[in-house]
Nanobody
């Protein structure tokens, strides 16, 4: 299973970036796809998850600024990040999971760095 993320980079505060992640080697139905992030010295935290039901879950600190979407047929999840703040600086990790016999599989991508300058 591979989760290939792209789109990170350097942006000024107030700017926008888009992240994309494509999952390969994981058969549908994939229940959730989304993003976590980890800032230096901090724990990994949820950013947004998109479920196969259509529900999208956001953390409070990105509501109204970030939009997550998913193309189920392409096994791709996107994260449009607007009004970026310096505190959004982190490594962003793609995450995907599905139900399997006896449990749940959870998979992680390698991470892509987002740096927001003030």
């Amino acid at each position: 299973v591979q989760l290939q993320a792209s789109g990170g980079g350097l942006v000024r505060a107030g700017g926008s970036l888009s992240l994309s992640c494509t999952v390969s080697g994981l058969m549908n139905p994939i229940f959730h796809m989304g993003w976590y992030r980890q800032a230096p010295g901090k724990e990994r935290e949820l950013v947004a998850l998109v479920y196969s039901t259509g529900k999208v879950e956001y953390s409070d600190f990105v509501k109204g600024r970030f939009t997550a979407s998913r193309d189920i047929a392409k096994n791709t999840v996107l994260l449009q990040m607007n009004s970026l703040k310096p505190e959004d600086t982190a490594v962003y990790y793609c995450n995907a999971g599905k139900f399997v016999a006896g449990g749940y599989e959870n998979h992680w991508g390698q991470g892509t760095l987002v740096t927001v300058s003030s």
